[in-house]
Nanobody, 119 residues
């Protein structure tokens, strides 16, 4: 069983920064892609950013140039550095990982962490 635990959410003023972390633990061989998604109240969950096992990244247009996704494979951790935050970034942020559990790749999700940006 694999567990993902997010941290780093909170309240920040527009223009400020936050750094989210997500640590994966449990029985696993390795982790393939890792990603961040977010969901605002009454909205669909949307993809934010992805980083593959080789370090290649992709970003949603709304966050490109402001957010940076990174990973530390030795610690099974993915980060999301969020700069120049806007009120529109307010949402629950979820980490996601495609985990090698020996029988194949299986997706796991964290519980989410609240990010609130005030104007």
């Amino acid at each position: 069983q694999v567990q993902l635990v997010e941290s780093g959410g909170g309240l920040v003023q527009a223009g400020g920064s936050l750094r989210l972390s997500c640590v994966a633990s449990g029985s696993m061989f390795g982790i393939n892609d890792m990603a961040w998604h977010r969901q605002a109240p009454g909205k669909e969950r949307e993809w934010v950013a992805t980083i593959n096992s080789g370090g290649a990244t992709n970003y949603a247009g709304a966050v490109k140039g402001r957010f940076t996704i990174s990973r530390d494979n030795s610690k099974n951790t993915v980060f999301l550095q969020m700069n120049s935050l806007k009120p529109e970034d307010t949402a629950v942020y979820y980490c996601n990982a495609l985990v090698n559990v020996y029988t194949g790749l299986k997706p796991y999700w964290g519980q989410g962490t609240q990010v609130t940006v005030t104007s």
